[in-house]
């Protein structure tokens, strides 16, 4: 079993902070990044004139990134070292945020897009192995949960930033850029104590996707929500009458809920010997809000209240997810099992999208809740299989 450099194992239960710190603070830097340059660059390739669908195409490639890095990550890792592998990935994300700017070719945007997002694949399955390795077994979950909000933050911050200073110059990318470079600071600080991963996997890449069943089909649930309800959650509220203010409120109601119900969760989880009953409680809940979506659009105070604790419950699979990945696994087998967690993640974000607005295509409006209902089905589906009839064990 691979340890942190630094051996932390006379006081297991201990949370050591200093390596904790290092990781999420590295993360939430990119979360921060990422947060000002996804809107950043979708607007200056429309004031270019270029169309909807060909930054779409563009705007996949961060999912297409991820599933290329994610197998790789943590054979670099080994051969290079945890801490040196996320430094590399620091500075060539923040290289290749700046270089949208000077890309003045809409082609080459994609190879940035490759690197960009690939580099920051590989910032998150480092710091979530090194936050999984470092979190004592009883308080993973309260560990997490702090990692999922903090992050959370740097997500929100982006957007507020990106209000703030507009699309214009070179500003936002500089921005873009020394918040990545930030966090090359604490993981330098702490590199002797991130963990060292001194053998490979015992097992190739895809085994991992189905090791844990319950946890990377979790994360592949709050990737296509996330990334197809957000995205398209605003189409579906204004053609069911709502204003798009009112729509925008609803959304940063969900962020809320997002934001305050993970370390709580994270704590509950804590208190549980087996994670999984919790996880299918989270998706049946997903289930019934996703369910009484249509019924609910008429009335904006409920709408927002249901909203608020649903957004917590598919957080929430992320979340418990991760920590019910962590007590399964250690060392080399955890790494490689993140990476997994991570790819299943990026096959959500590309899936979903897709899956919601073909179902609003086929089936009308109603087809957003149709195709959300699906996706919890699904895991409610699983989540009984595995629970009845098999264990969820490495």
Known sequence: MSQAAGGRDDHPEEIHWPSLVAAISAISAVGIAIGLGLPLLSIILEKRGISSTLIGLNSAMAGVAAMIAAP?????????????????????SAISALGFYYASAFWMWFPLRLVFHGATTTLFILSEFWINAAAPPRRRGLVLGIYATVLAIGFAMGPLIFSAIGSEGVLPFIIGACAILLAFI????????????DEKPQRHFLRYVYLVPMATAAVFVFGAVEAGGLSLFPIYASRMGLPESSAALLLTVMGIGNMVFQIPFGMISDRLKDRRPMLFLMALAGLAGALALPSLMGNWWLMAGVLLVWGGCV??????????????????????????FVFCYAIGTVAGPQAIGAAIDISGNDGFAWALTGFFGL???????RMAFGRDEA
Request: avoid cysteine.
């Open 186 to 197: 604490p993981i330098y600080i702490a590199r002797a104590e991130s963990p060292v991963l």
């Open 315 to 340: 957080s929430g699979l992320y979340t418990v997810g991760l920590a019910h990945l962590g007590s399964r696994l250690t060392g080399a087998d955890l790494a490689a099992a993140n990476a997994a």
């Open 379 to 385: 895991y409610v589906l699983i989540s009984v299989g």
């Open 72 to 92: 790789i990550t943590t054979r670099l890792a080994h051969e290079f070292g945890v801490a040196r592998t996320m430094l590399w990935a620091v500075v060539l």
